[in-house]
Structures are given as C-alpha cells and as structure tokens.
T-cell receptor, first 113, second 114 residues
C-alpha cells in the first residue's frame, strides 16, 4: 500500500500570497488531519476531515482552511501568508475517525519570505 | 494550554546505553498514549503505545512506562543505537469534537553517539 503522499515537498512564497497544499491519504483511509510543525512547538493540530466534513479544528486563524474530496484526498489553503506561517505542514490519515494511530506523510516545508 | 509536555528538548546518550525520554500530561482523562519518532525530512512514524489500564508496554528495545498518579510517561530504549537518533514525540488523543485527535508534545531530539 502506498503511504500518505504530500505535494509539493518544498514551497517558497512571499508575504501576502496564498498557498494550497495537497495530501493523498493511504488507500481506504477516510480521515485526514493536518498539523503544523515549528521548531520548539511540536505538532500543532490544524483540522481533521472525515467523509468530506470537517470534524475538528485547532486554534488557528481563519486564514487556514481545508477541504476533503469524495476520494478522501485533502487540500489545505493558507491565505494572506505571514512570516510566522513558515513551517513544516504534515498531513496524516487513519482508517476512521476514532482510531488513534495516525500515519503521516513527509510534509510540505513552507518558507514565507 | 499545553496538555502534553516534553520538558527536555534534547538528550545525548552513548551507544549501547539506555535512553530515557520523558513526557508529562495534565489531562487526567487521557486514556491512551503514543510515541512517535521523526527523522529529518520525513513524517513522524508510530513507535509504541500504551493504554491507561497498563503501566508498562514493551516492544523489543522499546518500553513505555506510565505513572498515572504522577501523570507521567517515559520511553526507554535499551540498548540505544545510532539509528535511534531522531526527534521523539509523545501524544495522547483527546475527546474534543466528534472525533479524537492527537495532541502532541514539543518533542525531544535524541542523539545517540557512536
């Protein structure tokens, strides 16, 4: 089985721009979560989607949004980028909404200049 | 409010010795804990877990201990190997919203010296 695939791996943007990140979960997994990793802050939960519905949302501003498609693929969008948005964005999938174990992709490293 | 805390950002250990990584939590409702390992340029991978009904779980060189009264868990790696050098995150699922998502600590960078 292919793992969680995230594209692109690296992205450089400037302040004020917007960005869209993509995630393809493991085949058969219906839940997709997004996390932000910054040095010293660990993994901060952004949101989770299950069957195209947002199930949970973390404490991030409305500039961060996401969606999930019928094939379980997910996208995350950040509008009006700020320097502090520079981070590794990780996508994770799991079979259902209550399984604790997450399977992570390699992430998208976003740099905002 | 950080519900899962890893107070040691880094740890260096000699190859062959024991590595002990610590994690504290504040939410007494947590009933399951996980450890993830992360290499640079890769996503975190699941390492080992423990249910709150147990106080120890072992898998090869990795053992996790849970002390519920102290709200503390630790990961022991014996013997440590250079390939164990990575960032280790502890995590716990909370019950917020309609699904349980994982709350992670800030991670501990383990360096195993040859």
């Amino acid at each position: 089985k292919a793992g969680v695939t995230q594209t692109p791996r690296y992205l450089i943007k400037t302040r004020g721009q917007q960005v869209t990140l993509s995630c393809s979960p493991i085949s058969g997994h219906r839940s997709v979560s997004w996390y932000q990793q910054t040095p010293g802050q660990g993994l901060q939960f952004l949101f989770e989607y299950f069957s195209e519905t947002q199930r949970n949302k973390g404490n991030f501003p409305g500039r961060f949004s996401g969606r999930q498609f019928s094939n379980s693929r997910s996208e995350m969008n950040v509008s009006t980028l700020e320097l502090g948005d520079s981070a590794l964005y990780l996508c994770a999938s799991r079979p259902g909404a209550i399984n604790e174990k997450l399977f992570f992709g390699s992430g998208t490293q976003l740099s905002v200049l | 409010d950080q519900q899962v805390k890893q107070n040691s950002p880094s740890l260096s250990v000699q190859e062959g010795r024991i590595s002990i990584l610590n994690c504290d939590y504040t939410n007494s409702m947590f009933d399951y804990f996980l450890w993830y390992k992360k290499y640079p340029a890769e996503g975190p991978t699941f390492l080992i877990s423990i249910s709150s009904i147990k106080d120890k779980n072992e898998d090869g060189r990795f053992t996790v201990f849970l002390n519920k009264s102290a709200k503390h868990l630790s990961l022991h790696i014996v013997p440590s190997q250079p390939g164990d050098s990575a960032v280790y995150f502890c995590a716990a699922p909370n019950s917020a919203g309609s699904a349980r998502q994982l709350t992670f600590g800030s991670g501990t960078q383990l360096t195993v010296l040859p």
